[in-house]
């Protein structure tokens, strides 16, 4: 269940927010392992409404077994350093849900490939593996942090008005 957002996004938080999570392509991804934190780093395609995250995870990786016994998981998106400026102030995007891989045959999963391969055509020969899954991450809470002091706490609708912004 989402939290009350601490205090309303504006129109500009929200284009921030969409913008992040759109423009990035790489996440850390946080999961329990014998009742340990593991982060590992995803590559994520994001539904174009964001409420969901796609994960394409070998069960071969520690973080896919973790997911298989703990669904669990935090996923961080941040604004990449230039190595100039403070870095507290970059962007970025803390979510909390549970994972599970999209069950085989279903039109849910051709769609989610369609947009996992849009984003990262070039692997197309993962999907060709046999110990590949995509994962439907679906988020539960998240924290996003638009600049030194700007911080929310979101609510679903939140991520829903920010995917429903243009992409820019």
């Known amino acids: 269940m989402f939290l009350s957002s601490n205090n309303a996004m504006d129109a500009s938080a929200l284009q921030s927010l969409a913008r992040l999570i759109r423009s990035q ?3 850390a991804l946080g999961t329990l392992r014998e009742g340990t934190p593991f982060v590992s780093m995803v590559l994520y395609a994001e539904a174009s409404d964001l409420a969901a ?21 935090g996923l961080m998106i941040s604004q990449p350093d230039p190595g100039s400026g403070d870095p507290q102030t970059l962007a970025r995007v803390s979510i ?10 279903t039109p849910e999963l051709d769609a989610a490939k369609t947009l996992y391969l849009t984003k990262f055509p070039d692997s197309e020969r993962n999907f060709g593996l046999g110990d590949f899954d ?9 924290r996003f942090v638009a600049d030194f ?6 609510v679903l609708e939140d991520l829903g008005r920010a995917g429903k912004l243009p992409a820019t």
């Open 25 to 27: 392509r790489l996440a």
């Open 53 to 73: 995250f796609y994960l394409h995870l070998s069960r071969l990786a520690v973080h896919t077994r973790a997911i298989q016994v703990d669904p669990r998981v």
């Open 96 to 105: 909390q849900g549970q994972a599970a891989p999209i069950p085989k045959g």
């Open 134 to 142: 995509i994962y439907r991450l679906v988020p539960q809470t998240a």
């Open 149 to 154: 002091g700007k911080i929310y706490n979101l």
